[in-house]
């Protein structure tokens, strides 16, 4: 199933993500890999050599998924996808403190609420077995 909705979604959002962290590498030169302020990327976004290394590892992650099959680009799709509805809540709670070792901002809260919802919707809710849709 090659035009499975999980794998699309994968290979889509790991390609992003790639690129936005090897993007990220450009604004963050000088900001320390752990500060907890960093260069914006895209004026809007603010990532650190960490945030950076993380975005390349999820998408790779993601596209590794999305090329192999359908069941690993189910289980990415929804494992990313809790992990970003995670850090999109508990972020709120991280920024303007010592623990934000991302430097996440208030935008990046909100796109990674954003990609847990497309993500965790996909992963959950996209191919089903056919005896559940039949039933």
Request: glycine fraction near 14%.
């Amino acid at each position: 199933m090659r035009n499975s909705p999980n794998r699309i979604v994968a290979t889509v959002f790991g390609a992003v993500y790639v690129l936005v962290g090897l993007l990220g590498f450009a604004v963050t030169g000088g900001v320390g890999f752990i500060a907890t302020e960093g260069g914006l990327l895209l004026g809007v976004f603010q990532v650190n050599p960490l945030h950076n290394i993380a975005h390349l590892l999820i998408g790779a992650a993601l596209l590794i998924a999305g090329f192999a099959n359908v069941t690993a680009a189910k289980s990415v799709n929804t494992v990313v996808g809790g992990a970003y509805l995670l850090l999109g809540i508990i972020g709120f709670f991280l920024a303007g403190t010592a623990a934000n070792i991302l430097a996440l901002n208030t935008a990046d809260h909100f796109l990674h609420l954003a990609s847990a919802i497309v993500l965790l919707g996909v992963g959950l809710g996209a191919e089903r077995s056919a005896r559940v849709a039949t039933a």
